[in-house]
């Protein structure tokens, strides 16, 4: 295992992608897997070990990755202690569905502790199906019964996930329009998008007023807009390509549903377990939700959960009005409960905002380009928006072009926001300063490339 360890410790990549014996495997695919897939149209590989920060492929290449199985692997690929947790949990018990066992009791307790000290006590917790879509619909469910409502609240530029609720709650109509009568009674608004302001305004006029019209809406017995059931929002935008609310916006968000009584949802599938340098996003905007949704990094190393915690005054579920067959995931559990211990011991938050220093200083090395419209995010969630340099349309081909490029030297990345025209950086929290210096030497070699590098 050191062997390999060393060995993957370098990017490389000898000829061309796929390789011989991807390219079979991607054949295979093609052949037996439905055409929803989607990771391997622009990344071309076929994956057989990771290790860390770098993955290898079938053929030998060896990659630094940046997509970290889209923020799952928040301690990256195989971290040795995780991996001995779930080990040993194995040989214990592997689901419970929702029956008290001591994994999933350390769960809990490790899961509560990491919450605000003043959320702690009115937290409850509930486990929902495998994946954060489905943690979104029972989020969905509860904020309903609770209230009697029927009505939500989501924002423009959103992404939720592709269950059917999940769905019609999300800003891409694209995902939507294939499929017919979707949720009723989705109301979306604008979203605090200043490089792309969504009422049309110039930055320096705008003094919030996307927040002002959800508020003026809302308050008006004219506007047409029932009470709803629930706010859902997302605090950085990921898939929405990297944009992180304006605090002023947030803040005004949860006065205006505290005000009116209705809960608060924040999905913090992406942003949660660390990624944006504190264990949840909203720590950082001065702000305590009625409901958290959370998943993809709770284990850290990739077994599948999914939770919402909320405010206990919401509890008013019967039993089984939310189930799901494997919410009851061992493994993960005991890995989640590692991670934690890890995450705390070896300061990853930490480690978190010095690397997303580190990056925001290395990409400001390309950001006077006029084919750079923007580089932002928070923590380790960074999205570089590519533009037209002479009319400033939208550069899709562009930001695909650096995306194929990149892989070919070694990094993994992928593409968000409209017309998949940001390319985002999605690491490990773990990953290195080294690591991260290799990355950003090949993503601002290939921009310089494309010729995006080079002062003229």
Do not use: W
């Given at each position: 295992?050191?062997?390999?360890?060393?060995?993957?410790?370098?990017?490389?990549?000898?000829?061309?992608?796929?390789?011989?014996?991807?390219?079979?495997?991607?054949?295979?695919?093609?052949?037996?897997?439905?055409?929803?897939?989607?990771?391997?149209?622009?990344?071309?590989?076929?994956?057989?070990?990771?290790?860390?920060?770098?993955?290898r492929d079938v053929d030998g290449n060896v990659f630094i990755d940046?997509?970290?199985?889209?923020?799952?692997?928040?301690?990256?690929?195989?971290?040795?202690?995780?991996?001995?947790a779930m080990v040993d949990q194995l040989g214990v018990l592997t689901h419970g569905l929702d029956f008290p066992t001591p994994a999933k009791a350390a769960f809990v307790e490790?899961?509560?502790?990491m919450l605000p000290p003043t959320m702690r006590e009115r937290?409850?917790?509930h486990f929902c199906g495998p994946t954060g879509a489905n943690a979104v619909d029972a989020a969905i469910k509860l904020c309903k019964t609770a209230t009697g409502r029927g009505d939500v609240v989501s924002f423009q530029g959103g992404f939720h996930g592709a269950t059917a609720t999940a769905m019609a709650l999300t800003g891409l109509v694209a995902q939507k329009s294939p499929v017919a009568n979707g949720l009723p009674g989705v109301h979306f608004f604008p979203y605090s998008?200043?490089?792309?302001?969504?009422?049309?305004?110039?930055?320096?006029?705008?003094?919030?007023?996307?927040?002002?019209?959800?508020?003026?809406s809302l308050r008006d017995p004219n506007g047409g807009l029932p009470l709803p059931a629930a706010v859902i929002l997302e605090l950085v935008q990921g898939e929405g390509g990297v944009i992180p609310a304006r605090p002023e916006f947030v803040r005004r968000v949860r006065a205006l549903t505290a005000e009116l009584d209705i809960p608060l949802i924040v999905d913090e599938v992406q942003t949660g377990c660390g990624r944006t340098g504190t264990w949840f996003a909203f720590e950082q905007y001065g702000i305590e939700p009625d409901v958290v949704v959370a998943s993809k990094a709770l284990s850290g190393v990739g077994a599948p959960v999914a939770v919402i915690l909320y405010d206990r005054k919401l509890d008013a579920w019967k039993p089984g009005s939310h189930t799901g067959t494997f919410r009851g995931n061992q493994l993960a559990f005991a890995a989640g409960v590692e991670a934690v211990r890890v995450i705390e011991r070896d300061d990853v938050l930490g480690n978190v905002r010095r690397r997303g220093e580190q990056v925001s200083k290395r990409l400001a090395e390309i950001a006077w380009h006029p084919a750079v419209r923007d580089i932002r995010g928070l923590g380790l969630m960074w999205g570089i928006e590519l533009t037209d340099a002479p009319d400033g349309t939208p550069a899709p081909e562009l930001a695909a072009k650096v995306r194929d490029s990149v892989l070919h030297e070694g990094l993994i990345l992928e593409l968000g926001g409209?017309?998949?025209?940001?390319?985002?950086?999605?690491?490990?929290?773990?990953?290195?300063?080294?690591?991260?210096?290799?990355?950003c030497d090949i993503l601002i070699g290939v921009l310089g490339r494309l010729g995006l590098g080079e002062r003229g």
């Open positions: 295992m050191t062997d390999l360890i060393v060995a993957m410790s370098l990017p490389h990549v000898d000829g061309a992608l796929p390789g011989a014996r991807s390219a079979r495997y991607l054949a295979r695919q093609e052949q037996t897997e439905s055409n929803a897939r989607s990771y391997p149209r622009g990344l071309p590989i076929a994956i057989e070990r990771g290790q860390g920060s770098f993955v940046f997509l970290a199985g889209a923020g799952v692997l928040s301690l990256g690929h195989n971290h040795p202690e995780l991996v001995a490790a899961q509560l502790a937290t409850k917790i998008s200043c490089t792309r302001c969504p009422l049309g305004l110039r930055p320096d006029t705008c003094a919030t007023n996307c927040v002002e019209y959800l508020e003026r409209r017309d998949d025209r940001v390319v985002r950086l999605l690491p490990p929290l773990n990953v290195t300063a080294e690591v991260v210096d290799m990355a």
